[in-house]
């Protein structure tokens, strides 16, 4: 299948901490996002990295790509209990379509 | 104003019955699409359309019709209901196919039982 895989599943940190969650994916890609839902929301963007870019940042995320490795790595510095969500990693094998996979939901603890 | 909207959010109907979801985005994008998420969130993609024509139909029982009258809106009708038809549905749009970031309605959730 094409979807990315998110991992872990669950993350629960404190207020303050970072959290880091990983997206594996099978097959080359033309680029890689981002996405955040809150329960019964829908998705919103958050980042969009390029094939040929190594590393992003937006604020307080940070997104790292390695394509020879298939992942990518979602980093949240200082997280707040408003980060609460779960979050998507969407890969576009075809330059057509975004998959998706289940995300990793993270709950920080005020 | 709503970027993309979907109507009902919530929708609670008898196995064999027939629904429609309706989607309706305002950003001027060309390309549309329907996505469905399980209990277990994963969010699988059902079809594309640019420009009111069909691009992408994944594997989807030809229960799930798309229609797309404009390509500002794109709606869902499904025949003849199942349980496991029972999930969210999510419309989202873009600007072109691909390489862009997709924006998503609130989703609409329906309950087959």
Not at chain 2, 47 to 63: A, C, D, G, H, Q
Not at chain 2, 76 to 103: P, R
């Amino acid at each position: 299948s094409q979807q990315g895989e998110e991992d872990p599943q669950a993350l629960s940190i404190q207020e303050g901490e970072n959290a880091t969650m990983n997206c594996s994916y099978k097959t080359s890609i033309n680029n890689l996002q981002w996405y955040r839902q809150n329960s019964g929301r829908g998705l919103v963007h958050l980042i969009l990295i390029r094939s040929n870019e190594r590393e992003k940042h937006s604020g307080r995320l940070r997104v790292t790509l390695d394509t020879s490795k298939k992942s990518s790595s979602l980093l949240i510095t200082a997280s707040r209990a408003a980060d609460t969500a779960s979050y998507f990693c969407a890969t576009d094998p075809t330059g057509n379509q975004f998959y998706f996979g289940t995300g990793t939901s993270l709950t920080v603890i005020p | 104003d709503t970027a993309v909207s979907q109507t009902p959010k919530y929708l609670v109907t008898q196995m064999g019955n027939d629904k429609s979801i309706k989607c309706e985005q305002n950003l001027g994008h060309d390309t549309m699409y329907w996505y469905k998420q399980d209990s277990k969130k994963f969010l699988k993609i059902m079809f594309s359309y640019n420009n009111k024509e069909l691009i992408i139909n994944e594997t989807v029982p030809n229960r799930f019709s798309p229609k797309s009258p404009d390509k500002a809106h794109l709606n869902l009708h499904i025949n003849s209901l199942e349980l496991g038809d029972s999930a969210v549905y999510f419309c989202a749009s873009s600007q072109g196919t691909g390489s862009g970031e997709l924006f998503f309605g609130e989703g609409s959730r329906l309950t087959v039982l």
